[in-house]
């Protein structure tokens, strides 16, 4: 019989072990929901055009206020892609369509850490200008800016010199990817709002409808059509858009149209190795997944193929499957040396969603390795979640500004260069370079939220130079919105 003391030392420890816990459970929910901040703020940084009196990131100033006057348009507003200041359709919606998504499946969280309307303000500044691009039913302005220019100075945005050529789809130059990526995007933006501005919300709906019948009835790759797209985000082909439209249209519309045609499809694309602008067989994998799950179609024929790639991809994140994705030492998932972050924001958030599919109907996943549950999926998150936020061999945050031990000279031609508020003498196209762009000091801004990627050995070198893994890009952060809000 235990005596009295040892039950109250028993009990003393106990409650200390759950204090313990809790304080560390508390410490981690604090360190998501400053990150979930942080990756809002980014898109601030990002923006292009005429900035808003509530703007937060405060060394930003107007920008590219004359785009589309070539074409005799207003394309002012948008994002900047990534670190140069080009405006480039095909990820901007990609951007958006996951923003939404991220806002779809996390509402609550993204409420509850105050978090919702910085959501819908990333995503309205986005749908404002996709909008806007989308002039008639099949005309559709995928590009502002030229590459080959752009990348040639180093210039704030502010007082970029560079031209601003205008670059569209009609139907004798189709894009079906890029118009059914726009469908999607305004799509899934208009579940968002319909219940915050339902006459906004029924504008997307709309735009959405003619872009998926301009991009399936007009077929061909945006980069065909717009050939200075081949040089920085080429299309490898325009089925998985096009299913990925219908099944956002199908969610928004509930309209049996768009779910034939997802029933009617030959090539379900098969089990992938990545989710990305240019491969979102993944994400229509999912969304067509929840609809077996909640029994709105038979889980057989193409369904049951969607099903089956989806849990696929999930297991194989899990390290459960036959094809396990591969891992860095340190145990982040390695997908591709380009700004490798960006596949494993794909991957933890449709793991998150996953997860929460799974766990409304109490399952797991059935994988060849053994089952996963969702607490399985939402450790393995966390893990990824916690690589990228320092706990890694470099002990280093790869997001900007979080931490005290983050990367100082991303490749970002804003950051970089003194702020237009504190210096507005004007940077020159090639004077930026010897200014700023080789200079052996810290970025003058912090473009907090913005993240970048380590390489395959856990290594990085801080260096503004290496584009491939130190220029943060709008893709990268918008999946993890969700995945953040989730965690925190």
Known sequence: MMSLSRVFTFMVLLFCSFQIHHATSSAAAA????????????????????????QRVNWRGDSALKDGQDAGIDLVGGYYDAGDNLKLGFPLAFTITMLSWSTIEFNDQLSQQNELQNALRAIKWGTDYLIKAHTSPDVLYGEIGDPDSDHSCWQRPEDMTTPRTSYKLDDQHPGSDLAAETAAALAAASIVFQSVDTKYSSTMLLHATQLFDFANNHRGKYSDSIPPAREIYSSSGYQDELMWGAAWLYRATNMKKYLDYLGAVSDSGGVRTEFSWDDKYVGAHILAAKLVLDGKVNASGIWAQYKSQADEYICSCAQKSNHNVPKTPGGLFWFLPWNNNQYVATATFVMSVYSKYLSSLGSSLKCSGGDVTPDDLTSLVRFQVDYILGSNPKNMSYMVGYGSNFPQKIHHRGASIISIKKDPTPVACKDGFQEWFYKNAPNPNVLVGAVVSPDGSDNYEDSRNDFQRAEPATVTLAPLVGVLANLA
């Open 31 to 54: 360190a998501y929901k400053q990150a979930l901040t942080n990756s809002l703020l980014y898109f601030e940084g990002q923006r292009s055009g005429k900035l808003p009196s509530n």
